[in-house]
């Protein structure tokens, strides 16, 4: 259930996507679902399953006076000082695909400031909410160390020089390794105390849409959100702009994953 605290835009938005994912599911086969058919504002291609969710919720917000920045039309300026910037379907493939792991994922932003995050797992609702300045029931592990952690990566880049070994410097340290191809769901199990870590090694795959939500979600839990490149994670509506984002119990182990992900890739992506 979305929490009725969030802000209005992003329930509206989360509600809207929980429809429309279940409504895309259960309407067009796989191969129809992972077709794509356009373009993302970044360039990359999108498949249907996308479409679907985004438009849906574009429409069920359309009457707000919040800005909209989402992975495939890009930003929506309205003029208003709060932006909502979401990820409608984190985990697409999974979606597709039908593995039960995909998410929405917004965060609020007033003035260029996130003040509040929200991941939503679509395939059973459950979800995350957080607000700055505000109590939360989230936790981390409070873990410290990378030794025996329980950390979640995305799968190694062997098209990216450095990122492989990378993945493996921090794998082989790690006491267990998920990866769920779904960065926003991972993040919100960092920030419950459900695992210790999520990390990108070092790929620069993550879009703004990818981490905003991580970044309230997480620190309001205890926990920390790095790049593995020290680069802020700022507000900014050009989603050609990548980071390697690192999402952890406390800062103590984001800061130490990224040491471990930078001594083995060596310099950033470019």
């Not at 926003?184 to 999520?198: K, N, Q, R």
């Amino acid at each position: 259930m979305v929490t009725p605290e969030a802000h209005p835009v992003l329930r509206t938005a989360a509600e809207a996507a929980l429809i429309a994912y279940r409504d895309a599911r259960a309407g067009y086969g796989r191969a129809e679902l992972a077709e794509y058919v356009a373009d993302g504002a970044d360039g990359t291609p999108t498949m249907r399953i996308d479409v679907l969710v985004e438009s849906a919720i574009l429409a069920a917000i359309e009457g707000s006076a919040a800005n909209a920045l989402s992975e495939e039309t890009g930003f929506v300026d309205r003029g208003s000082p709060v932006t909502l910037v979401m990820d409608p379907l984190d985990g697409s493939a999974n979606a597709a695909a039908g593995v039960p792991l995909t998410a929405f994922a917004g965060a609020i932003a007033v003035d260029g400031e996130f003040t509040e995050g929200l991941v939503v797992w679509l395939d059973t609702g459950r979800s995350w909410w957080a607000s700055r300045g505000r109590p939360t029931g989230l936790r981390t592990s409070g873990r410290t160390a990378l030794d025996g952690a329980a950390v979640s990566l995305l799968r190694p880049r062997f098209d990216v020089p450095g990122a492989a070994g990378a993945w493996r410097a921090v794998a082989e340290r790690a006491g267990r390794v998920r990866i769920l191809s779904t960065s926003c769901l991972e993040a919100a199990l960092v920030a419950d105390g459900s695992t210790d870590a999520f990390a990108d090694a070092a790929s620069d795959t993550h879009r703004l849409v990818d981490i905003a939500a991580s970044v309230v979600l997480a620190e309001a839990a205890g926990g920390a959100v790095r790049d593995v490149w020290d680069r802020p994670i700022v507000c900014d509506t050009d989603l050609t702009r990548r980071w390697s984002g690192i999402v952890a119990a406390s800062p103590a182990l984001a800061d130490e994953i990224a040491e471990t992900l930078r001594s083995e890739a060596g310099l950033p992506v470019l």
